[in-house]
């Protein structure tokens, strides 16, 4: 399962469209970082729309591919997560969200554009 | 009424524990609960089965229809042979975990759903969930 992951400009572009086993999680979390690293990308959105579980272990590999890409110098935006899953995950642990995310594709390229522009001007938000 | 669903998943790779978990939320479907609780449950599934394929290396789910006049109801047994947790008690702890994970497997699942029962001896794990609704 090869997730393709697109470039836009100066940023990147994924939409997760299945239902990902614990390995195929961390063969995209790998191909993320690779191609944050080749391309050089400001960032990237990744779009969860079609996720209908996203279970700790799921949460963790988003948190920490989004972790991981910010020390590679870059952001991460997760967008269109389904209200569902996103009550399934506060009820399990309020721990398990820990990545920008942003309501539809559109305001999730909107917000990583600024927060790009906000980490070149030098007023990143402090880890 | 006694239309009894039964479904079972054997779990032994990474791709059953998505299999079990869309079985869980079709069958929640089925059955009347909503978009949130069958979220919930599917969530809760995957928790269960992972833990299989991570530290017993199978097992099987064993998703059933419970329902009856007044409630709608749905029982998930997820079971397996392996080394059986040694204390269940730190287990159930937020945040604790002996496989590298986030500790939250086990009580993120409970949180998910009505029912949660736990028992556990080397050789057998047993966990127990269910979720139920007045019929409407």
Redesign the interface.
Known sequence: MIIPILRLKDVLLTSIQV?????EALDFQADVLRMVSETEAGGIVIDITAL??????M??VLNDTARIVRILGAEVVLSGM?P??A??LI???R??VGVETALNLDQGLERLQRLIQERTSGHGRPD | MADLTKIRVVLENSRDVVIARGAGREVARQLGFGPADQTRLATAISELARNVIQYAREGVCLVTDESNGHRISIKVVVEDHGPGISDIERAMEYGFSTGGGLGAGLPGAKRLVHEFDIESQPGHTRVTIAMSRPRV
């Open positions: 239902d990902l086993t614990d390995q209908d579980v996203v279970d700790s272990f949460a963790r389904q569902m899953v009550l399934a009820e399990m642990g721990e398990l």
